[in-house]
């Protein structure tokens, strides 16, 4: 009975939410810019979207955050949408770091010849840089229309956040200034490093995160109109990059103990994507579902602490690891 299952499960994140709550303590709020420091460092709210229609949202889910380095995905997706994946991939790598992800010695060190993957802020910066458009605000248009057609509206830009970004820019300018000289930047550094700023600060939610999810969950197919939003083998690729590069220098671990494709950011939000996969008994959200999470006291890695706790848990107890 499905009323009695919804109600079981809410209870369920309830309580667990309750629980994690208490390991927000074991984390820091971001400090780099003052924004992120305004959090409430005990807040954790999570919300879940099912493909099987259920919907369950517990514990602080109606504040508003900005993105961060979650948008890092979506840049990759439009990128690629634009320009296409071979042309993307031809200059940013889809291979893991190990090392923070505003790290530059690995740039150096390893003489390469594009930046590691997606997901670090060098090789975001890369395809940000690919992003079609002149000025930041034609090269954001495309990641702005996509999460309008996912999320059924347009997210606003935290215009405080932005500014903050750009302000506090040193290491990614610093990142920016070699990419320039390696030659991998297609536009001009100071446009590609003002749309990159702003593509961090648009304005998300619990719930947003986990409509994002849901759609790569599915392969980029909108699941009630049958639309593909993103190209299955973009929304694929994204999913891997996910998983590999996800949750910055803790992913191989994030992999291991929970096991499904995630991409967190500095504000503590995490969006998580479980694909459906078939098995013998359908346990809830087994057939597909999107997750979003906002905890914003984060661990050394700059994940959420509860966050991970919590997807940990849930993701165990019910089985959702995709292996
Ligand atoms: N704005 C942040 C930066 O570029 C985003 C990074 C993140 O969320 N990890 O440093």
Redesign the pocket.
């Known amino acids: 009975n499905t009323e009695l299952t919804q109600e079981w499960l809410q209870n369920y994140v309830d309580d667990w939410v309750k629980f994690y709550r208490k390991h927000t303590t074991d984390g820091k709020l971001a400090s ?1 810019i003052p924004q992120l420091e305004k959090a409430d460092p005990n807040a954790l709210g999570i919300v879940i979207i099912g493909n099987n229609g259920m919907t369950i949202q517990s514990g602080d889910i109606d504040t508003t955050f900005s993105i ?2 979650v948008s890092k995905v979506f840049a990759f997706i439009v990128a690629c949408m634009q320009r296409g994946m071979s042309y993307v991939l031809n200059r940013v790598d889809v291979e893991p770091t190990g090392e923070a ?2 790290s530059i010695m690995h740039l150096e060190m390893k003489k390469i010849e594009k930046p590691f993957n997606p997901l670090v ?1 060098a090789g975001a910066i890369t395809v940000t840089s690919l992003l079609e458009g002149k000025t930041s605000d034609e090269k954001l248009e495309g990641i702005f229309q996509l999460f309008e057609k996912i999320l059924g509206h347009r997210p606003e830009l935290d215009i405080e956040v932005y500014e903050s ?1 750009r302000e506090t820019s040193i ?2 300018r610093a990142i920016g200034y070699f990419l320039l000289e390696t030659g991998v930047l297609e536009s001009d550094l100071e446009i590609t490093l003002e749309t ?2 702003k593509q ?1 600060s648009i304005e998300v939610s619990a719930e947003d995160l986990a409509r994002l999810g849901l759609i790569l969950a599915n392969d980029g197919i909108d699941r009630m109109t049958g639309e593909e939003v993103i190209p299955t083998q973009i929304a694929r690729l994204a999913k891997v990059l996910m998983l590999t590069c996800g949750m ?1 220098d803790a992913s191989g671990k994030f992999a291991a103990y929970v096991g499904i494709p995630a991409k ?4 503590g939000g995490i969006m998580a994507t479980v694909p459906p996969r078939a098995r013998d008994e359908l346990l809830p959200f087994m057939d597909g579902c999107g997750i979003g999470v906002y905890g914003p006291a984060l661990d050394k890695q ?1 994940n959420s602490t509860a966050g991970i706790r919590l997807l940990r848990h849930i993701a165990s107890h019910w089985d959702l690891s995709i292996f």
């Open positions: 780099y961060q380095s992800f505003n802020n970004e290491r990614n990159y700023f961090c910055y967190s950011g500095v504000s700059g």
